[in-house]
């Protein structure tokens, strides 16, 4: 069953921790995407990965970080530098050049 | 760099109703134009996306959308609204075939659905 995971489904974080958020995918797609969504805002690009062992910034990467050691991961970190961390991320993955982003289920973080 | 609006915050109809919700874009060349539905504290999952080719493109769950170059706009439309459509829809724009990180969503359009 092919798809997107993210966990966990909530996560808290206290004052000056860091946290992880999980994003795997089976789809074999080589682009995977981390999102920020707020409230009226939509949804905003933090980083982006294109290849294992590469990724770009966003437009709001700042306070969080990203690795891409496995093609199939695409861990987020959300670190202690980021001072308005409460939102719901998401992460995407795309296959070819050209074809739609998928989207996994999200995580919602909250904080202490 | 491209940019999408979605004019309406916020839209109720009654069930059986038609819906039109509005989406402009900006940006120079052909765009790659996609609509997402998103419940509430759910994923986005698309609905429909055009590349090129016919600007009335059609997607799932009796959703369809026209691509008008002349306006930029990339309006989603269905003829009789389902109570189980009340939900959030965001309009997205890539710029070009292989667009990377340049995906752009609009703002979103909550709905609502009268019984």
């Known amino acids: 069953d092919g798809g997107i995971t993210q966990s966990p489904k909530y996560l808290f974080r206290k004052e000056g921790q860091n946290v992880t958020l999980s994003c795997e995918q089976n789809l074999n797609h080589d682009a995977m995407y981390w999102y920020r969504q707020d409230p009226g805002q939509g949804l905003r690009l933090i980083y982006y990965?294109?290849?294992?062992?590469?990724?770009q910034k966003g437009d709001i990467a700042e306070g969080y970080s990203v690795s891409r050691e496995k093609k199939e991961s695409f861990p987020l970190t959300v670190t202690s530098a980021q001072k308005n961390p409460t939102a719901f991320y998401l992460c995407?993955?795309?296959?070819?050049?050209?074809?739609?982003?998928?989207f996994g289920p999200g995580t919602r973080l909250l904080v202490l | 760099a491209q940019s999408v609006t979605q004019p309406d915050i916020h839209i109720t109809v009654s069930e059986g109703a038609s819906l039109e919700l509005r989406c402009n874009y900006s940006y120079g060349a052909t765009p790659y134009l996609f609509w997402y539905v998103q419940s509430p504290g759910q994923g986005l999952q698309l609905l429909l996306k055009y590349f090129s080719g016919d600007t009335l493109v059609q997607g799932i769950k009796g959703f369809e959308a026209e691509f008008k170059r002349s306006q930029s706009s990339f309006n989603l439309r269905k003829p009789s609204v389902h109570w189980s459509d009340a939900a959030e829809y965001f309009c997205a724009v890539g710029a070009g075939w292989n667009y990377g990180q340049n995906f752009v969503f609009g703002p979103g359009t909550r709905l609502s659905v009268l019984p």
């Open positions: 990965s294109q290849i294992v062992n590469d990724f």
């Open positions: 995407a993955s795309r296959g070819n050049p050209g074809e739609t982003q998928y």
